[in-house]
């Protein structure tokens, strides 16, 4: 498990698969990530979003959006 610090908040990494995947923060929100590291899960506060990709990889199932995958800026 990895820890980081950044803006007030600690950031857990703990997905052995994608070591800079963020999957924790202090203020109780959680990301999950699928085996390509397409994140497909997060709970924030009360409210989850399941994230679903094409072949393509896309999320939405094919509308482009801008994912940028700087996981610690989550």
Do not use: P, W
């Not at 803006?7 to 929100?29: E, P």
């Not at 899960?41 to 409210?47: H, L, N, Q, S, T």
């Not at 979003?49 to 094919?62: H, M, R, W």
């Amino acid at each position: 498990m990895i820890i980081s610090f950044a803006g007030g908040l600690i950031f857990t990494h703990d997905d052995l698969a994608h070591a800079l995947a963020v999957t924790a923060r202090s203020n109780g929100n959680t990301y999950v990530y699928d085996y390509n590291g397409n994140h497909t899960r997060r709970e924030i506060g009360y409210d989850t979003y399941d994230l679903k990709y094409d072949a393509e990889e896309l999320a939405g199932g094919g509308q482009e959006e801008q994912h940028g995958y700087c996981h610690i800026c989550l």
